[in-house]
């Protein structure tokens, strides 16, 4: 039933993701989102309303070790969805339902056949449970490297270079861990007006501002 959703198979920055209302704008839609696919192909799916939530880990030796649970904070502009704006960490979406998206995760993994290497879902938490949105073998896009090792302990930048040199990386060993320093973060994602940049002034003042650790 309507509404759906269109979406590549294998493209991101959720291009190419548009929620259908009607029958009309279908054949549309899948025009679009074909054009956003590498191997021109799409899926359609219904849509759900829901909150969005990200897991973060490493697998090694076909168990997941999950780094964190954040949230996507999303804005929808029909027919585009899903655009993010921030992530947030400790996630609000997912508390008390740690162990069940921990379990779904084990599922999920093992259902793909993951054994080694980072992991990346994200699952929306919708009224009649919690659904799979998309699962990826790699570490997540929203400066993962800055936010993670801080809050929680875990190198992954250590990891992916070590696990993609020798097959396998053990994310328990002591050169992996790192600091915990902080309780919390918010990834802010900036959106600008098309355009081409000509300069760029204030970054100074952004990192020095209070709780800043990193602008880019």
């Known amino acids: 039933p309507f509404p759906l ?4 198979v294998d493209s991101q920055g959720q291009r190419g993701v548009l929620r259908v209302d009607t029958p009309g704008f279908l054949g549309e839609a899948c025009r679009e989102a074909i054009t956003h696919s590498r191997r021109g192909r799409i899926v359609i799916e219904t849509y759900h309303r829901h909150r969005e939530v990200t897991v ?7 168990r997941p070790v999950i780094w964190a649970v954040t949230d996507r904070v999303t804005r929808e502009h029909p027919p585009c969805i899903g655009l993010c704006l921030a992530h947030r960490y400790p996630s609000l979406y997912a508390r008390g339902r740690e162990d069940e998206i921990g379990n779904l995760t084990r599922r999920c993994a093992a259902a793909l056949g993951m054994t080694e290497g980072p992991l990346y879902f994200q699952f929306l938490i919708t009224d009649d449970g919690i659904l799979v949105n998309e699962c990826a073998g790699r570490l997540g896009g929203a400066y993962e490297d800055i936010s993670l090792p801080p809050a929680c302990g875990s190198d992954p930048i250590g990891l992916l270079i070590d696990g993609s040199l020798e097959g396998s990386a053990d994310p328990s060993l002591s050169r992996y861990h790192t600091p915990v320093s902080a309780a919390a973060f918010s990834v802010p994602l900036i959106f600008c007006r098309p355009g081409k940049i000509a300069s760029l002034s204030g970054a100074r003042r952004v990192r020095a501002l209070p709780g800043v650790t990193a602008f880019s």
């Open 5 to 8: 959703v269109v979406k590549p």
């Open 56 to 62: 973060s880990g490493w697998m090694h030796r076909g």
